[in-house]
């Protein structure tokens, strides 16, 4: 442990906790808690957003990912930046007028039932945890690296200050340690880039034949990780889809005044994000070249190191310490908001909604909601104590597969399917979710006969994210629900209610509001 890398978090924190403190003085009222009072910019959402999606894994684990597995390793990378296409002409608007707080609020503006609210809530807090262990994984890696303290205490560091974020400042604070995190990753990724980029004569085929050249022209063609062809197109498809049925950034469209805002965000949201993916070729490779297979595996078996130990050998302590400093202020940034988004569905959809009937004052609302905070919190520090041997790629493109195969499919039917009914909605939610659960937990990532996954055996699964069999399931599920189910509303009373919905969905404007 050293004074620069002290002086770099310690600034790092007291900037995040400075934001925190201005926003909890504007942190009154529910709307202020969950969703800053809708009053974000296309610009400052759009940061927020990138600063939501660049996560651990993104800065971490693909940099690691593309050191270790060259070309496979960006696959991540490509899936990342095409997923914002989605979000921009399918889901960004509809979301944003439909909507409140959560994805619940959305489904229930057409389907008013609480089991339709309580198996979604389920799911955002499935998600929630499963994309929150992988900041915590992150985290315990970094941080360990750079003090040497015990991995635990490292992720109960991060969890505590992370929970601070939320309890006190809400969607507020969130949102500006996530824009000021974006503009760090992005000054301190392509200073990185730049750097690598310079030992190579600022000549791109050089590096490429180098690379080809001292490690093996198979890092710059597929097929060293995903050996599969089923397995690639299973990933992108995870990743491509999964972003449409996060919680956490489907939440942003609703801290924005209205759909044109909203679609700026994610305008602003791509190109930072394509960006920031460009860039990680450079962290990668330089990281393979210049630090080595043998030392990335050595400090961390799952490669999350790999940018860490890249910036140490091109800049020193000084630069190892600035780099880890950001890691660690995005870690802070992502999970901050997965807990806000893990709260709001237990406080206001489970709690507010199914228990109390929506019957509580402004007051009530912001207690449960940090409440929900406390307890989302500590869930995802005990698991992630638990899982420190897997890549966190690996974890946030299932927590993508979960997205894609339980959300997505319920947003699409119910924004553009007429005859979709509520059974079609718990149907496709729950089959999504169970699918995907299951079929990972029968995979190569938890069963390894070489002991590199959490269990020594053969997986039963051949798909590192079994996304290609669990999102079409999802689906399925979805139409054969509705079409099998005994539903009592009338084709006529259906077909009033979706009218009125494809209005809402692409104007705001709700009907019944005018026509009275």
Not at 331 to 360: F, Q
């Amino acid at each position: 442990m050293n004074l620069v890398s002290i002086g770099f978090f310690l600034g790092i924190v007291g900037l995040t906790l400075i934001v925190t403190y201005i926003a909890a003085k504007r942190t009154s009222s529910a709307s202020d808690f969950y969703t800053a009072g809708g009053g974000l910019t296309g610009w400052q959402n759009g940061f927020a957003i990138a600063g939501d999606y660049l996560s651990a894994a993104a800065f971490l684990g693909v940099s690691g990912a593309i050191a270790l597995t060259g070309f496979d390793g960006f696959f991540f990378s490509v899936g990342y930046v095409v997923a914002n296409l989605v979000l921009l002409y399918v889901i960004a608007e509809p979301m944003r007028n439909l909507g409140r707080y959560t994805l619940a609020d959305m489904l229930t503006a057409r389907f008013n039932e609480k089991r339709i609210r309580g198996v979604a809530a389920t799911g955002t807090i499935i998600i929630v945890i499963f994309y929150m262990i992988a900041q915590l994984v992150g985290a315990g890696a970094l941080i360990k690296l750079l003090f040497g303290i015990e991995y635990w205490i490292a992720v109960l560091i991060v969890g505590v200050m992370m929970t601070t974020y939320v309890l006190f400042g809400g969607m507020t604070a969130t949102s500006w340690v996530q824009i000021i995190k974006a503009g760090l990753l992005l000054f301190g990724t392509g200073l990185l880039a730049v750097l690598v980029f310079y030992k190579f004569d600022f000549n791109l085929v050089k590096m490429f034949d180098t690379i080809a050249a001292d490690h093996g022209k198979e890092y710059l063609v597929p097929g060293m990780k995903y050996t599969s062809t089923i397995d690639s197109v299973s990933m992108m498809m995870a990743l491509v889809l999964g972003t449409s049925g996060l919680p956490h950034i489907l939440m942003r469209f609703f801290t924005v005044k209205d759909a044109k805002t909203a679609r700026t965000s994610i305008s602003y949201a791509t190109w930072i994000t394509a960006i920031f993916f460009s860039l990680t070729i450079f962290l990668g490779f330089g990281a393979m070249h210049f630090v080595g297979f043998d030392a990335i595996k050595a400090s961390s078996a799952a490669g999350n190191t790999a940018a860490p130990l890249l910036a140490e050998f091109l800049g020193g302590n000084i630069l190892l310490s600035f780099i880890s400093a950001v890691a660690f202020a995005t870690i802070l940034a992502v999970v901050s908001g997965l807990v806000l988004t893990g709260a709001s569905a237990i406080s206001h959809d489970i709690y507010g909604e199914i228990l109390k009937d929506g019957k509580l004052t402004e007051k009530q609302q912001v207690m449960a909601a940090r409440l929900g905070s406390i307890s989302i919190a500590v869930i995802s520090i005990i698991l992630a104590l638990f899982a420190q041997s897997l890549n966190v790629s690996f974890l946030v493109s299932f927590a993508f597969c979960l997205g894609a195969s339980a959300n997505l499919p319920v947003i699409l039917y119910t924004i553009y399917w007429k005859k979709f009914n509520s059974t079609g909605v718990v149907a496709a939610i729950v089959t999504g979710l169970v699918s995907c659960l299951v079929l990972g937990a029968l995979g190569p990532n938890i069963w390894s006969e070489t002991g590199s996954a959490i269990f020594v055996g053969k997986p039963l699964v051949n798909l590192s994210v079994p996304a290609i069999i669990t999102i079409p399931l999802g689906f399925i599920a979805g139409y054969l629900g509705t079409i099998l189910s005994s539903n009592k509303q009338t084709a006529k009373e259906s077909e009033a209610v979706f009218k009125e919905i494809r209005v809402k969905a692409n104007t705001g404007i709700s009907v019944s509001d005018v026509s009275h």
